[in-house]
DNA sequence: GCTTTGTTCCTTTTT
DNA sequence: GGAACAAAGC
């Protein structure tokens, strides 16, 4: 059993067989990560710590469940106790279990953005408050990144630092939708994403006998992709290891890509200065990739000052040059990519499944889907809308949903007049008022209409509360969530809805329906699943990840993601697409951050998902949000030595050798391409509107603006702006200054842009050049 | 109350 | 390209 440890390099032995100890792993890319945390948890339990005493946080639930498979082959089914799987999963786990402390019931529901974005435009309607200025979108991250920081509503309310902050962004009342945010989702027993994390501190906080319990539990806690954690995950771990000092954490600075989500690199320093007692590891050598793109990826992360000393290296085959091509549109890039997929794989005698298409984002993969079903070639899309996305999906998991917890307010919202009922908006209104006026829960009015309301509403509400009812009996006998599930399905209406509509997009529904009822059924059939009731499953299903989507049985597809979907995994040959500036990287990060660390990390973590060959694309001109750009090359491309790039680019597919150009029906254009819209594919979920938008004519593309900022713009220090100073701004061009008026520890400035008017900009934002 | 049609706004990444 | 909303007609 023993043997395994002599596969190890000198590092990984040291870490694998590390025992007790606070024990930091500094792994670079592709330096043998998951083999280290797989034998240290397998080595651990060969000197005799059981299984459930030890907690592993991993990165999705399928890498919680590979390792599991992997312990299981070296140490045997004793594995199958090991508490594994996500924060927010296992976490989850914890609150159903001790929640009652918080006031939770086991069967609260886990809010999804969705839901909690819903709950947010209700609550600023509900306040009279401008929707126009109070995005939701934009007051969910705040109170996220609030709670990420341990911060409370009633925190957020005391400190005039979030007021004032709020205030300059015009967004005074964000405290107080965070407070009724709050409140809302308490009565109706469900927790967001964040307050699952959370509720966890508070709970650890206030009730120190469950904490002793599962400190004294977990005597060995490890935490994979470290650098992508933030406070809470940290002050939780940190927590749940004091008494043992047994926490180990596996992370790589240089692919931190997740601070958006308020990932800290920060714990990676506050780590030593917890415990000074701390051992580090460091695992440089990659074993992933060929030198030239160890290299390469090397070369170009040196351009961020934020970092670890760290020397990774390849002992590999030296490798071909990184190639980089450029294509006239986006639709060309996939044509281009598919081609050379479709060639390589001949040449070379590859697989689909060694290949690996990664994007910024995901809008981005439309025109591979198109160029590859053209070429016949499987693929597979990670991400992006995902299947409980869905509407007929959310649709009934929003029945099953109130079946479990009455309170859930989003789900009875989804299905009050679904199928319809006869209940309209105004009904609905009625039965809230209600409900607030007489300090009643919305069920309670529900439950006993006739009491409250009067009208011709009363009868199908009645109908609606029996049908939930009788629901409710069948979960009182403990049917499994598979039996709910269809149960509910046939007797609400849904199913039978789908199936009379016989058009390709009721059918697919019908068909999506079926589907999620089968992978009901795998649930309940799954025998690792001890608990298989429906409120389990609900808890299950809102905390998968994207990785964790099921497959059909056949692996051997190429991979589309976003390079954030790409952590973790490797192949052959990847393809970094989209290399233009505004996109990768991106707008956002762009206009309002003055570093590109982040991007330049996630860059990082695109090159090094390759192993023998990398391709980078850009496109000319693409398509976005239906409207023509112009593009130029990622500044990123250019940072990466020269010497590590093939310098030819190809332009278009005209000089390729393409003797398997199945495109050939439409050759690309010898002149510029007269830009035209892609075809609709011919597909089920193709809407009336999208239709219609396809027939549209083509928009022109914008005249440039006025004034287009050159692209090393940097912006002066705006500490002393006074009125009467001119500026330049990227976007708006030039512009004098009206006033600048301080306002808490931020000021703004009002500035009349000759080309724009007048516009307040918030100083610590605005990226202004004063001018001479 | 329901359905259709038109309009506007938002556009990063994810649990 | 799409979600969410408003308006208008049934």
């Given amino acids: 059993m023993k043997d395994y440890l002599a596969e190890l390099n000198e590092p990984q032995y040291q870490a694998v067989t590390h025992e007790n100890g606070p024990l930091m792993i500094i792994a670079g890319a ?34 919680a469940g590979e390792m599991r498979h992997r312990i299981e082959k070296i140490i045997g089914s004793e594995a199958r106790n090991l508490w594994m799987g996500t924060f927010h999963s296992v976490f989850a786990k914890i609150l159903r279990i001790e929640g009652g402390r918080l006031g939770y019931t086991p069967n609260f529901t886990i809010y999804d953005s969705d839901d909690s974005k819903s709950l947010i435009r209700t609550i600023v309607k509900e306040m009279k408050l401008d929707d126009k200025t109070y995005k939701p979108n934009f007051i969910l991250n705040r109170i996220s990144g609030a709670k990420n920081n341990l911060i409370s509503w009633q925190a957020y309310l005391e400190n005039p630092i979030f007021g004032g902050e709020d205030a300059a962004a015009q967004m005074p009342e964000i405290g107080r939708i965070y407070r009724t945010y709050s409140m809302r989702c308490f009565s109706a027993n469900a927790m967001d994403f964040d307050d699952l994390l959370f509720n966890t501190n508070i709970l650890f906080r206030d009730h120190l006998d469950v904490l002793n319990k599962y400190q004294h539990k977990f005597k060995h806690v490890m935490v994979d992709e470290f ?15 004091a008494v043992h000092q047994n926490i180990c954490v596996v992370g790589d600075d240089a692919q931190s890509i997740y601070a958006f989500r308020g990932a800290n690199i920060q714990n990676i320093l506050n780590f030593k200065k917890d415990y000074p007692e701390l051992k580090v590891v460091k695992l440089e050598q990659n074993y992933r990739s060929t030198k030239m793109i160890v290299d390469a990826a090397n070369s170009l ?3 961020n000052k934020n970092q670890f000393e760290k020397n990774t290296f390849s002992d590999n085959e030296e490798g071909d040059k990184i190639e980089v091509i450029k294509a006239h549109s986006d639709n060309e890039e996939g044509r281009i990519i598919a081609n050379n997929i479709f060639e390589t794989k ?29 070429l016949n070639i499987k693929y597979r899309i990670i991400g992006g809308l995902s299947f409980y996305q869905r509407k007929e999906i959310k649709d009934l998991i929003a029945y099953l949903r109130f079946t479990v917890n009455q309170q859930d307010e989003e789900a009875f919202k989804r299905i009050i007049n679904l199928p319809k009922r006869g209940i309209g908006d105004t009904t609905v209104a009625k039965i809230i008022v209600t409900a607030n006026e007489n300090n009643l829960s919305i069920w309670d009015v529900v439950g006993d209409i006739h009491k409250y309301m009067e009208g011709r509403a009363t009868n199908a509400i009645d109908t609606f509360a029996t049908l939930i009812k009788s629901y409710m009996i069948l979960l009182e006998e403990d049917k499994d969530a598979h039996t709910m599930a269809m149960h509910i399905a046939k007797t609400s209406g849904l199913l039978h809805e789908l199936y009379v509509d016989k058009t390709v997009e009721g059918m697919a529904r019908h068909e999506n329906v079926q589907e999620l009822l089968n992978s009901v059924k795998q649930f309940v059939d799954n025998p690792e699943n001890e608990d298989v009731s429906l409120g389990t499953f609900l808890q299950t299903v809102s905390l998968l990840t994207n990785a964790d989507q099921d497959e059909d049985g056949d692996p051997d597809k190429v991979t589309m993601m976003t ?16 290399m233009e500036e505004n996109l990768f990287p991106s707008q956002m990060m762009l206009k309002n951050r003055d570093d590109l660390e982040e991007e330049r990390r996630l860059f990082y973590v695109a090159i090094t998902r390759a192993e023998k060959k990398l391709t980078l694309s850009y496109a000319e001109q693409r398509y976005n949000w239906g409207k023509l750009t112009f593009c130029e090359k990622s500044r990123f ?23 398997y150009d199945l495109t050939s029906r439409n050759p690309p254009p010898q002149v510029k391409p007269a830009f035209k819209k892609p075809e609709i594919p011919v597909r089920p979920g193709n809407t009336r509107s999208q239709v219609i938008s396809h027939l549209k004519p083509v928009n022109q593309a914008k005249p440039a603006p006025a004034h287009v900022a050159t692209q090393d713009f940097k912006p002066s220090d705006t500490s002393n702006l006074k009125a009467g100073d001119k500026v330049e701004h990227p976007k708006f061009g030039f512009g004098d200054v009206k006033k600048v008026e301080a306002q808490g520890n931020t000021s703004k400035a009002i500035i009349h842009f ?19």
């Fill in 346 to 374: 001949l040449n070379q005698n590859l697989k689909n499944q060694d290949f690996a298409i990664l994007y910024r984002t995901n809008a981005q993969s439309r025109a591979f889907e198109e160029a590859l079903r053209k």
């Fill in 30 to 63: 592709g330096s043998g990560k998951t083999r280290v945390l797989t034998y240290r948890i397998a080595h651990l339990m060969g000197q005799g710590v059981d299984a459930f005493n030890i907690l592993s946080l991993t990165f999705t639930n399928k890498a």
């Fill in 563 to 578: 390079i954030h979907g790409a952590k973790g995994l490797e192949f052959n040959h990847v393809f970094v697409v989209g």
């Fill in 754 to 772: 000759k080309s724009e008017g007048e516009k307040t900009l918030l100083l610590s934002f605005a990226k202004l050049r004063i001018v001479e």
């Fill in 227 to 241: 650098q992508d954690t933030n406070i809470s995950q940290y002050l939780i771990t940190r927590k749940l290891s």
């Fill in 301 to 303: 992360i040196k351009k």
């Fill in 637 to 659: 491309i250019d940072e990466i030595d020269a010497k590590f790039l093939k310098s030819d680019e190809r332009v278009g597919i005209t000089t390729a050798s393409t003797s």
